[in-house]
């Protein structure tokens, strides 16, 4: 067995929990699992995907960033791809979760996510079709690093833009005063508001990090896999067993969560056939919740 | 006569509207003094002291604090208003560290402020010092009670509004909550709270209300009350006593 | 003559989804356990019926060419046991982790259905599933009218039969368990058999389903059961009204009628080229309807749940006595 499926799984594990973040955030502060954050992923990727062209339309062709396939106008893409994304989420939030969740039934929030996520992936499909994209047709060679890994320039920098990614988020979530707010809606909410914790506020941020995110985890594969108006459905049950496993609320747990996912896919991918890779996640997903449903870092709920 | 912090009048409060269970109370509550709101099971006084807090519709009446309207302020605008309030139960965030718990109800405080403000509450309530950096829901029942009322004594609060602060609490933390309460108000700090353990909210407050029936019906001064036969009246023929123990004064 | 047999068979896959939406009502209306995989209950049940009744194929397991309504009761056997399982797993967690469970089973199902070739035919799928009176298929008018008059006898003894368990003490102490969820993981065992009880019946009765659209189509195949046959069902059962079988029915039928009709329309005002983006902005259209159901009439039109806000401790208490054995 080759130990490429390290350098495969870390960078699937890399998208999976970027994502998962989102889901556990939502879930541990709004309390329902979003259907529609896998949409959120594919409206971000395609929102960078537009702002590219527009790019490309107006000042030309750009030259990619030597050794990477891409250029300036994907990064700035990126930032404007995110910004959209979380716009979609406050807005998606405005006009249908908040007024749902005032009426205090989680459950009916997550069917509507679920009804949400059907219409935005469609409409997608409308606008763009179902037929695959890329951000790049250039073909980037593999370097080899030893033990028979080999590694492209965009891998290396997507997995370092993971990194500072998730180290960022955590430092906000323990070192500042809105991390903290978040810790304290999601353990008790009804004291947070005592506190003086404005609920609509960490609301906000929340959907703000966990749609910017997604849109991140999106252009990862549009990057290095493909674009379709379904990536991000595809994505949706890794990242809820990526959440699950490395327990509700926790950062660190989705994200690491997300890597023993990405890692047991590429072994999967390599073991038995790349047509299985689904299975996976849904069989570490029933292992936790049968062994250790709080998950690694999870919390009993009181 | 000294200035009203808090005064509470003809409030109506219930969660579901047309069904009342507070019906129209009124209280009032000077700077520097300790208020108790006193009553049988059952008589309101905690959803009375909820919809001071925001944490209850309020449906009729007015709560004003230094003479500001605050009745239809949201529960979270309360401490920026002046008003600290510490619940009965589930009054510290369990998983955060006793520290975290501290900076978290810093939000209103000058940034440069905080670290000061924190170490105050460290010298007030030594017992936390040492447990600064352990989870919240480590702590004993006592001091978790102090972890509550330091939260909300670190933004300055105009009056400090406590809901049963010795439930649930063995005799040993009774008695040193109480008089933790006692010291506090040395310090300056207006506090109203209300209790089950009347003799000894009793013995530390400066005057008290009965509240029967979501309606204050009686008032006095603390260390009077305590003999005055209509409490015992309210108290439906009971001497008000220690929590559910029946009447042995 | 033509519309007659068309309106048979119109009628005949509203029953079938119908029957679906008589599942889901068990399992969420009266139960309030959230399935978002039921495309892969009624997937199991299709293809478990049509394994067990195909003539012998030498390509993949099977079939055994058992009678039609062997093949029926397998089908609801594997497909309750396929509930129970999913039911115990997540069943003593909070109601989200059975919605994701669930989406787990119907993504897995519909892997094994596209890539184990010797058990489901792979992408292809399974043909020459016998249909009930296929004797009759020289008439269609005739061979539509009996299929139709089958579906709806099955749908009706399914309706009856979800009628009076919701009246019977078991169906009560469902509605109890429902309105509180908290109660219903703290009582423990009992409480979860009740509830792995429902969900196992539901699941069920979406395997019969799943067999009755085989027999009565003659084939099947994977992308029969995708994720829009889930969310199809769920608009059924939000429009009908949750709670109420009547509700689930004349939901389905309703909304099928919407389905077909915007369907007939689209491909008949698009060139064949714009269908799929046609068909696209059905689902979203689709989509956007279920949202707005939930935002304006969260009881559909003939549910009986209990709006629940600020009065939901009251309004637990009130069904929590009515409903109790007096």
Redesign the interface.
């Known amino acids: 067995m080759s130990l490429q499926f390290v350098v495969d799984g870390l960078l699937t594990g890399s998208m999976i929990g970027l994502g998962a973040i989102g889901v556990t955030l939502t879930y541990s502060i709004l309390r329902f699992s979003n259907f529609a954050h896998g949409d959120f992923m594919a409206w971000g990727t395609y929102a960078t995907l537009a702002v590219v062209s527009a790019i490309g339309a107006t000042v030309g062709k750009v030259a990619p960033i030597a050794p990477l396939s891409f250029g300036w106008p994907l990064i700035v893409a990126l930032v404007i791809g995110m910004a959209f994304t979380a716009l979609l989420a406050l807005l998606l939030d405005k006009v249908l979760f908040s007024r749902l969740r005032s009426q205090g039934q989680a459950i009916i929030v997550v069917m509507a996510s679920f009804g949400a996520s059907m219409a935005l992936r469609s409409l997608l499909e409308f606008t763009f079709t179902s037929r695959p994209t890329y951000f790049s047709r250039a073909i980037q060679i593999a370097m080899p690093v030893g033990f028979g890994i080999r590694i492209t320039p965009d891998q290396i920098a997507l997995l370092l833009l993971t990194a500072v990614l998730v180290l960022g988020v955590h430092l906000l979530m323990t070192r500042t005063?809105t991390g903290?707010?978040m810790?304290?809606l999601s353990?008790?909410a009804?004291?947070?508001?005592?506190?003086?914790?404005?609920?609509a506020s960490v609301v906000r941020v929340t959907w703000v990090i966990g749609g910017a995110l997604a849109c991140v985890a999106g252009v990862m594969i549009g990057i290095l896999v493909q674009i379709r108006p379904f990536m991000g459905f595809d994505m949706l049950l890794p990242m809820f067993a990526a959440a699950i496993l490395g327990g509700i609320g926790s950062i660190p747990g989705a994200v690491l969560g997300g890597l023993i996912i990405g890692l047991a896919e590429a072994g999967a991918v390599q073991l038995i056939g790349a047509e299985w890779r689904a299975a996976v996640s849904f069989i570490l997903l029933m292992a936790v919740l049968f062994v250790r449903p709080i998950g690694l870092f999870g919390?009993r709920e009181? | 006569m000294s200035e009203i912090v808090l005064d509470v009048r003809d409030l109506e409060a219930g969660?579901?509207p047309g069904?009342p269970i507070v019906r129209g109370a009124s209280i009032t509550v000077k700077k520097g003094e300790i208020v108790v709101v006193l009553g049988p099971n059952g008589a309101g006084k905690s959803s009375f002291i909820k919809a001071i807090?925001?944490?209850v519709?309020i449906t009729g009446g007015t709560v004003f604090l230094d003479g500001k309207d605050i009745t239809a302020a949201?529960?979270?605008?309360?401490?920026?208003l002046g008003l600290a309030?510490v619940?009965q139960t589930?009054?510290?965030?369990?998983?955060?560290s006793v520290e975290?718990n501290l900076?978290?109800?810093?939000?209103?405080l000058e940034r440069r402020e905080i670290p000061a403000r924190i170490e105050e509450m460290y010298a007030a309530f030594p017992d936390l010092v040492r447990q600064r950096r352990t989870a919240a829901g480590n702590l004993s029942g006592g001091q978790r009670q102090m972890l509550a009322v330091a939260?909300a004594l670190i933004?300055h609060p105009k009056v400090l509004v406590l809901d049963e602060p010795s439930a649930g609490l063995s005799p040993k933390f009774v008695s040193m909550v109480f008089e933790m309460l006692a010291n506090i108000r040395k310090s300056g700090v207006t506090i109203l709270l209300v209790e089950q353990n009347a003799k000894a909210a009793l013995a530390i407050g400066d005057r008290a209300y009965v509240l029967v029936e979501g309606k204050d019906r009686h008032q006095g001064i603390a260390s009077e009350l305590w003999n005055d036969p209509v409490v015992a009246e309210l108290y439906l023929g009971q001497r008000p006593s220690q929590a559910g123990k029946g009447g042995t004064a | 003559m033509d519309l007659l047999g068309y309106g048979a068979f119109f009628l005949t896959t509203a029953l079938i989804f119908s029957l679906v939406t008589l599942g889901l009502n068990l399992q969420w209306g009266l139960t309030g356990l959230f399935n978002v995989g039921l495309a892969g209950f009624v997937a199991i049940g299709a293809y478990t019926s049509a394994l067990l009744t195909t003539p012998d194929d030498a390509a993949r397991l099977g079939g055994f060419g058992l009678p039609i309504l062997v093949g029926w009761a397998g089908a609801m056997v594997v497909g309750g046991i396929a509930a129970a399982l999913t039911g115990m797993a997540t069943l003593r967690l909070k109601s989200d982790y059975l919605a994701i469970t669930t989406f787990g089973v119907a993504v897995v199902v519909q892997l094994v259905a596209l890539n184990a070739q010797k058990l489901t035919g792979g992408p292809f799928g399974i043909g020459f599933i016998p249909r009930p009176f296929g004797s009759l298929a020289e008439t269609p008018l005739l061979f539509n009218l009996s299929n139709l008059a089958v579906v709806s006898v099955v749908t009706l003894i399914a309706y009856l039969a979800l009628e009076h368990l919701s009246r019977s003490p078991w169906g009560r102490v469902l509605k109890a368990l429902r309105e509180d969820e908290r109660a219903a993981i703290s009582l423990g065992k009992s409480a979860r058999f009740y509830r792995v009880q429902a969900f196992a019946v539901g699941g069920a009765i979406m395997a019969l389903a799943g067999a009755l659209q085989a027999h009565f189509t003659g084939f099947i195949a994977p992308d029969n059961y995708l994720p829009i046959l889930t969310f199809q069902v769920w608009v059924m059962l939000i429009v009908g009204g949750s709670g109420s079988n009547l509700g689930a029915v004349i939901g389905s039928i309703l909304v099928w009628a919407i389905w077909a009709g915007s369907g007939t329309l689209t491909s008949i005002l698009f060139p064949p080229e714009q269908q799929a983006r046609a068909a696209a902005l059905q689902i979203a259209a689709i989509g956007v309807m279920l949202c707005v159901i939930l935002l304006i009439r969260p009881n559909g039109l003939f549910g009986d749940r209990p709006r629940r806000s600020?009065?939901g401790?009251?309004a637990k208490v009130a069904t929590a006595k009515s409903i109790s054995p007096s």
């Open positions: 005063q903290r707010s810790q304290a353990q008790n009804a004291l947070a508001r005592i506190v003086g914790i404005d609920v919390v009181r | 969660y579901e069904v807090a925001g944490l519709p949201p529960a979270h605008t309360m401490v920026r309030f619940p589930e009054n510290i965030f369990q998983l955060m975290d900076r978290v109800a810093c939000g209103i939260r933004v | 600020w009065l401790k009251r």
